[in-house]
């Protein structure tokens, strides 16, 4: 049955969490510069997409012109986390409601290759996808948001 694996995975998201939905959204992963640095950075490729800004050049790095390759870039964070922020929400929550929804499909995609691809049976795609997911790395490197979404590896490894 599919649905003990969701919820496993869901409860796995929820724990792993905690401290976020404790605060309301209002603490983010990660110390405070890593975490303004991200938001600047997703933020800057809303302003892409709105077209207030220039593609390579964010204003954090003014008066230098082409400079988005000198940190990471956030691309996959910014899709959904636009999305949010033309539905109304604010800046922080916006990053924070993407990781939540990350680390689920990070456990998804895992339970996915475990058990339809490799052909695992039900327990063991779930534990080893809670592993993948919910690691140790990942939690010490919480504030590290390049890291967070690491939901296509098993669907390439699937692919190949």
Known sequence: MVVEPLVVGMLGTVAWHRPLFASGFDQIPGDRGDARATVYLVEHWYQVF?????????????????????????????????????????????????????????????????????GLDTVASAAGSMFFAFNSPRFNHVGHYGYQASFFLPLVFACV
């Open 50 to 118: 709105r077209g207030n800004a220039e593609l390579f050049s964010p204003g954090i790095f003014y008066p230098v012109k082409g400079t988005i390759g000198y940190s990471e870039t956030m691309f996959v964070h910014a899709l959904p986390y636009s999305g949010l922020r033309l539905a109304g929400m604010d800046m922080f929550s916006a990053l924070a409601v993407p990781l939540v929804v990350f680390s689920f499909l990070n456990y998804v995609a895992c339970f996915f290759l475990l058990r339809r691809v490799l």
